[in-house]
Structure formats: structure tokens, C-alpha cells
């Protein structure tokens, strides 16, 4: 490419960023590093009746967290900005008004009653949703239909209006989708776009337009949904920038849930999460549970989301952030819906919990801990027992209960899981063992298993009867890594005393 590749994410900031969304950055992302490029991140906030107190520092909070920063946004400027589209308000009423000179687009001075009306008078079985388009815009207040004088007079009085592209009536518009190969549109379907609102700001189909190209955007990556859009945006380059000059479009496939596209309604019925990080709707107060609050490794989630929708032609899934820069292409990520399985994703976290190096989930864990009262005094400590469970996590939360007995004695015992096998032998075992503890020449995991074997042979009771005791003495109850090893971290002191406590729990009633 000889053109420097720039390319962009651009979200209205009205809520949670979902699965989607986050995929739309991975993939902007993954080109634009493969290619040495800039990922700039362009705030598209026109709509101020959407406007949600919080949202855009969500949206930033969530690319830090992934890891997935942009070369220039509103946080860390650029040199094309402002990137937040409210702040280019000035910038877009020139091309609308361009574009009305020209023929291309109109001033519309309806009223929200006059569209209802039209809406309602023109309702038939063939055409159940009358649309603004050309079978119908000779027969609303427009400079289409109005004379020159008549619309001159309408603005000098400062009547409220709007500016709408004129949509050719018969015209094929295609492009080429990097995904989807050669699209093509009749216009004749499509209505007349607002482009510029009648408070001056512009709609998204204009700015997203002229901001591309202000921005020397060179590909444009979205979800799917957009794609009705296209000749709208197609049109709009052709008439304003030339078509030589329109960023490479890839569309990008849905993500589909349980049933069909993947709602954040889908998240609360399943029970799992949508969001990347957890967003609480500063409306309703509802709170939606994210992909980092559940428990996932940023690593696992990026892996995971490149994998909604793309592979390298190999049967790896595995994939580190540095890989997919290498691998990701446009023309392999596939045009179908990708199915989320929320299964499969715990699976990929599983990998990342086992392969992350102890040092770089320790603050992670140590915050885990500390958030459920679990004090941590000792950092080696900490390294070696996430060592010691770290392979039995699915998500992050799995270490309070794979871990925290560690820290702290049991507070409740499984004793179900002993009683009905219970009796004098075994608890006479137990009673001996703590003395032969004492005596280990070195606390080791082996030592002490050596000493449980052989005193298990002396007295003749099976081991594999002894160890499930000896588990819910020193665990609480049927979990946790390799009984010895637990001994080993516990230290003797405490094994001993465990066992200890436990033993007189266990003879009680
Ligand atoms: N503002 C649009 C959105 O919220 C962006 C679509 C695009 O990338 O062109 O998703």
C-alpha cells in the first residue's frame, strides 16, 4: 500500500460497548498495526438527544483495558482533529449546502406533523412504511417542489429545516466490499436522507462522510447493520470528494447469539456477559455485567473476538496480540454471522489463565483478593500459590475459591462428604499423622506424602480413603490442586493445626 493506511473506529457514545463493538476495534486495530498505520478513534456524538453522561470515558476505559489504545483521539489529539464530531460542527453545513447547489440534495421545511401525516396518508398494502424518497418528496414542503422565491422566503423568515440528499431515482450504486466482494444498490429503494438536522448539526450519514475524508480515512471498517447506509455514504463521495478518493469499506458479520443477532438482552437471560466492561445505565441504574468484571483476561477477550468472525486457514486458536498482527487479514474474515459461544469463551480465558506467567496475573489476583477481604502480607506467597491453582481457573473469580483458604482457615467444613465413612481407625490415623508431621525432615509435598503412605500401609487403611478427609481438613470441602501440595504451601504449623480443628468437628455429634 503506498498510501499511509488510517483507518478508524467511530462510536456514538450511547452505552455499553458490546462484543460487537469491541470486534469492530480489534479488526481496525489488527489492520492498521499489520499495515504501520494510525487507528484513530473519532467520536460520533451529533445526535444530543442521545447524548449519555459517561459514555465516551466508557469507551476509553475499554480500550485501555484491551489494550487496543488509538494513535489519535479525543484524549490524545492528532493532527486531524477535533475528533469528537460535535466539536466540527462549523465543518459540515458547507457540504450540505454544496450539495444543494449542485442538485444533489434539498432543503426540507416539513414539520414533524406534516411527516406523521405523510406517513399516514400514504400507508397502503404495497407500500405499508411511505418513506421521503421520489415517489413522494414532489408532494412535501421542499425547494424541490416550492418555488425559488417561496424557499428563499421560508429561510430569510428562519423557518426550521433540514437539508436531504436527492437520492437518484433510478441508479445502480456498488462498491467493493473488502469481505464481500462487488455490492451493488438500486437507489430507487432508498429515501431521501436527512444529512443536515434543522439545528445545524449534521446527520451521521453526512459527517461520517466528510470526516473520512478530512481525516484521510484510506479503509472503513464497520459492523454489518451499516450496510443499507452504503450507497447513501457511496453517493455522497461521489458527489462531494470523488469516488478515487472513498476509504476501502469491509462490513463486517454479525455476532450471533442464542437466537439470532446477539442483544444485550440475550446477556441477561443466559447469564452471560455482552459488554466489555461492566456499564451501569446512568437512566435506569441498570447494571450489565462486562467481560473484565466476570473475570477475563484482556489477552483471552481480544483472542476470543478475533475469532468471531475470522481464522488463519489453520487450526490454531490460540493467538497473542503480536500474532494477530501478523496474521489478520481483511479477505479471511468470513461475510456469515459468527456464532458467540459463551462456553468457548470461557475456554479461550482457561488457556490464558494457564499459559499467563504468574508475575503477570499477580496484581490482578492480589486486587481480587483484597476486594473479598482476603489479606495478602506476603507477595511470594501469592506468586506460589497461583502457581499452584492457576491451572484450575476458568475466570479470574475461580481463584477466590481455588485460592483463599490458603490465606485463611476454612469457615465451613464439607463434613457430608466425610461422616457416612467416618470412625475410630481413621481418626486414631489422623491422630498419629499430626506427630508424624512433626518429624518430617524436610516440609516438602513429597515428604509428606511419604509419611501419609506409609503410616496409611502401618495402620491398614487404604490411602485413597484418607485423602478425601485430609482435603476437607485442610480446604473445606472437595476442591483445590493436589492434597500434598496444599500441605506444602500451608506450611507445617498449620497443616497440624487444621487437622487439628477439623479432627474435633469431625468427632463432634
Ligand atoms: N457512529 C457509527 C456507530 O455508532 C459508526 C459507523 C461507521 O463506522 O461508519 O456505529
Known sequence: ??????????????????????????????????????????????????????????????????????????????????????????????????????????????????????????????????????????????????????????????????????????????????????????????????????????????????????????????????????????????????????????????????????????????????????WTDPKTNELTEGFKEKGFLPEAFINLLALLGWNDGTEQEIFSKEELIEKFSMERVHSGGAKFDYEKAKWFNHEWIKKSAVKSIKSKVKSLFEENNIIVSDDTFLEKVIAVVKDRCTLLSDFIQQGSFFFQEPEKYDIDAVKPKWNEAKKNFFLSFTEELKAIPEWKSAFIEDAFKKLAALQNIKPGELQLPLRIMLVGGKFGPPVFEIAELLDKENTIHRIQKALSLFSAG
Open 1 to 278: 500500500m503506498s498510501q499511509k493506511v488510517r483507518v478508524r473506529f467511530a462510536p456514538s457514545p450511547t452505552g455499553g460497548l458490546h462484543l460487537g463493538g469491541v470486534r469492530t476495534v480489534l479488526y481496525n486495530y489488527l489492520f492498521a498495526k499489520r499495515h504501520g498505520g494510525d487507528f484513530i478513534l473519532r467520536i460520533e456524538d451529533t445526535d444530543q438527544t442521545r447524548f449519555v453522561p459517561g459514555a465516551e470515558e466508557y469507551i476509553y476505559n475499554c480500550l485501555k483495558w484491551t489494550g487496543l489504545e488509538p494513535d489519535e483521539s479525543p484524549l490524545h489529539g492528532g493532527a486531524y482533529g477535533p475528533y469528537r464530531q460535535s466539536e466540527r460542527k462549523e465543518l459540515y453545513r458547507q457540504y450540505a449546502e454544496q450539495l444543494v447547489k449542485e442538485g444533489r440534495a434539498y432543503y426540507a421545511f416539513d414539520t414533524p406533523e406534516e411527516l406523521e401525516a405523510m406517513r399516514h396518508n400514504y400507508k397502503s398494502e404495497q407500500n405499508p412504511s411511505p418513506q421521503y424518497d421520489h415517489t413522494l418528496r414532489l408532494k412535501m414542503r421542499n425547494s424541490i417542489r416550492l418555488s425559488k422565491e417561496e424557499t428563499d422566503k421560508l429561510i430569510a423568515d428562519g423557518t426550521k429545516h433540514v437539508i436531504r440528499i436527492k437520492m437518484p431515482e433510478r441508479e445502480t450504486v456498488s462498491f467493493k466490499d473488502m469481505i464481500r466482494g462487488e455490492v451493488s444498490f438500486d437507489t430507487s429503494v432508498v429515501d431521501d436522507k436527512v444529512l443536515l438536522k434543522a439545528d445545524g448539526m449534521p446527520t451521521y450519514h453526512l459527517a461520517v462522510v466528510v470526516d473520512d475524508y478530512l481525516m484521510k480515512i484510506t479503509h472503513a471498517f464497520r459492523g454489518e447493520e451499516w450496510l443499507p447506509s452504503a450507497p447513501v455514504h457511496v453517493l455522497l463521495w461521489k458527489y462531494l470528494f470523488g469516488l478515487e478518493n472513498m476509504p476501502q469499506w469491509a462490513h463486517l458479520p454479525l455476532i450471533l447469539g442464542p437466537n439470532g443477532k446477539l442483544s444485550k438482552r440475550d446477556g441477561a437471560k443466559y447469564g452471560f456477559p455482552v459488554f466489555a466492561m461492566s
